[in-house]
């Protein structure tokens, strides 16, 4: 089945998703960039995307609302009324900070404007760290790879398939800052706060992260 050289990348301004836009650009002969507003408590980060789609020169940058995401409770991300957490994220259980079928919404919009454009590869920064998610697992991708072609028009017309571009599956959040440093990724235009104070809070199991990759280059 044929391929393209064409990318659209989930870009939220964090280190990792911005990591991803960089590489993309040295893979890919165009490349897209998607941000969302959900009503994330950290919404600052989207000024941060914006910058960053400009310098990297991609062809556009999507911007969309997900309003539905003001009906639902109990996330610290979505939810002002639940605090985000300092401890370390739990182990073998998805984190109060998880945002319900996120990662499900946001490929289905992506792909929704990648079959529109003939784009035929999306890139999503989930990593080895994100595995508390459920929405971040190998097999989430692998399944929604399969829903995202079954439904699309590049495939069933053009036998295009559409791939979900993941390389950062099986890497750790130091590997990505390291390979960040590689491409010159400007880490300081990028935000990763799930508080979405500014300056960042620096006590956030994001910002811990964040801080510990970043003093390992």
Known sequence: METNKKALI??????????????????????W????????????????????AKIA????????????????????????????????????????TTVPMRNLNFLAIASAFADNLGIGNIGIGVHAL????????????SAAEAAINAS???????????????????MSKKDIAKLGKELGVPFEKTYSCYLGTDPPCGECPTCRQREEALNSI
């Open 10 to 31: 989930l870009l939220s301004g964090g280190m990792d998703s911005t990591t991803l836009l960089w590489l993309a650009k040295t893979k890919f002969e165009q490349v």
């Open 33 to 52: 960039a998607i941000s969302f507003d959900y009503g994330q408590r950290h919404q600052i980060e989207l000024k941060y995307a914006k910058e960053l």
């Open 57 to 96: 020169g991609v062809q556009e940058h999507i911007i969309v609302e997900l309003p539905i995401y003001r009906n639902i409770k109990g996330s610290a991300l979505i939810d002002k009324e639940v605090d985000v957490p300092k401890e370390d994220y739990p182990e073998g259980s998805p984190p109060i």
């Open 130 to 141: 994100d595995t508390p998610y459920p929405d971040c697992r190998p097999e989430f991708i």
């Open 152 to 170: 699309a028009i590049l495939t069933a017309e053009r036998k295009i398939r559409i791939h979900l571009w993941a390389p950062f599956l099986g």
